[in-house]
């Protein structure tokens, strides 16, 4: 069974994160003191060995199920998280009350097809520290994480990065469809993200018979869970009704 990282009172509703390729825990430090209010928080270690995105739901799937009786009161996931979110509520529609999908790509992207290669020949700047800084720049983390980021990726192995990133560009939502998930979902991205991550957006809409989509003016990719915790935090509370 996966570990999970745990913050705050085990008898408040449980919350649980998933984060995006190359986050871990750290990526939520900013948002744990302000949501533990309401929630028990999980951080399951799902991308440390990641494999497939089938076997990363089944691992959620076994440990909701062991530890919180199968079922938890919200689901959040970021990027790859949200997928694997996604393909867990289409095989088990009952496992959380309420579902936020940040960012989520539900479309296979080009790019799969040279991921291997690519990844191949770039792993091994993923050893260098400035490169890695650069990257979280690139991904608009706040500067005091750049440190946490790349001690995040340099424990990647190159089987799992690949891995990873093979998953989240061949993701094809349409294949969950349809989804019998009768909770409330928060679909959430930024306009200044990639065009896909605005189509899947408003096709996952389509697909949800209780879901609202929440476009965030100016954001970009993954930027209201890793530089908007208070405003993360409300959105939380929103969508089960705390605020």
Known sequence: MITYQAYGNSKKPVLCLLPGAGLGA?????????????FYIIIPDVLPNFT???????????????????HIQTLAGLSIGAQIAL???SSYPTICTNLLLESCAAFPQPI??????????SYSLTR?????????????L???????YDQEVKSISK??????LTANTTFDARKLIPIDFNGKTFIVYGTSEKKIIIKSSHYLLKNFRNAKIIPLTNYYHGELTLTHPVEF?????????YD
């Not at 799969?112 to 020949?121: A, D, F, G, N, R």
């Open 52 to 70: 497939t995105m089938t076997d990363a739901s089944q691992q959620l799937h076994e440990l909701i199920t062991a530890k919180f009786q199968g």
């Open 112 to 121: 799969h097809k040279v991921i291997k290669p690519l990844t191949s020949l």
């Open 159 to 164: 089987q799992t990065l690949i891995n990873t």
């Open 87 to 89: 393909n867990l509520i």
């Open 128 to 140: 260098f520290t400035q490169f890695n800084r650069l990257q979280a720049a690139a991904l608009h």
């Open 26 to 38: 750290w990526a939520y430090q900013q948002i744990i003191p302000l949501i533990s209010k309401n």
């Open 233 to 241: 935090t409300q959105m939380i509370n929103k969508l089960n009704n």
């Open 142 to 148: 706040p500067s005091n994480e750049y440190s946490s």
